[in-house]
């Protein structure tokens, strides 16, 4: 005859298995970046839709996966992009950068407007995770396969380093040179750059057209 009390401790230990699980996967699926702060000029009117991309980074694998993202999401919203991988020397961005050489790019390919992409913060911050135990007495089970299955198991606590990553992303004018449009993100412990920059795009032009800087041609999805 099976022990009321042991089953329900069975049960039971297995419904916070489950639940730690479910909680593990809820934790992995959610946003690792979100949109903290945004700002737009008092006289901003204008909606952009010729716009020149540039990713602010010494790292050429890493401009040119954020350009590629932010291209596409902007073409999704019908909007005509060019990136600065694609017109720009990767030796240009080594040197100092010659202003009207780089207007110049901008006239020629029709921009209206400049996207510019910054990582302008990087902080660290170590965090203790506390161990987890599970338990069934032991004696329940009359026998020793019974109490190796049920016994209660201890994982340990673990510190752990989170990274939080701070970009910036300012659109200017091309004719006036002006910030038009501003907006602060930040993303926790990427892990993959071409999720996360994916992410990221989505999100900052998302924030554009509800915000009125870009204009979306196409249709809304149907719910």
């Given at each position: 005859?099976?022990?009321?009390?042991?089953?329900?401790?069975?049960v039971g230990t297995r419904c916070l298995a489950l639940f730690?699980?479910?909680s593990i996967i809820?934790?992995?699926?959610?946003?690792?970046?979100?949109?903290?702060a945004t700002w737009k000029a008092n006289d901003a009117t204008?909606?952009?839709?010729?716009?020149?991309i540039v990713a602010v980074s010494k790292n050429l694998a890493?401009?040119?996966?954020?350009e590629d993202k932010m291209a596409t999401a902007l073409a999704a919203q019908g909007a005509t992009v060019t990136k600065s991988t694609s017109v720009l020397s990767p030796e240009m961005t080594k040197e100092k950068i010659d202003k009207e050489k780089l207007l110049q790019k901008f006239r020629e390919a029709g921009c209206d407007g400049i996207i510019a992409i910054a990582l302008v913060n990087k902080d660290s911050e170590t965090r203790y995770v506390?161990?987890?135990?599970t338990y069934a007495p032991g004696g329940y089970y009359g026998s020793f396969w019974g109490y190796y299955g049920g016994v209660g198991v201890y994982d340990p606590g673990y510190y752990t380093t989170d990274k939080t990553y701070y970009l910036e992303t300012n659109l200017y004018d091309v004719n006036s040179e002006k910030l038009v449009w501003s907006a602060q993100s930040e993303t926790l412990n990427p892990s993959n750059i071409d999720k996360n920059a994916t992410e990221f795009a989505d999100l900052i032009v998302a924030k554009m057209v509800s915000e009125g800087v870009i204009q979306s041609t196409t249709p809304p999805k149907k719910k």
């Open positions: 005859m099976i022990n009321n009390f042991a089953l329900k401790k069975s730690i699980i479910s809820l934790s992995a699926c959610s946003p690792a970046t979100k949109v903290t204008k909606t952009y839709k010729n716009l020149f890493y401009r040119k996966t954020v506390p161990g987890t135990t």
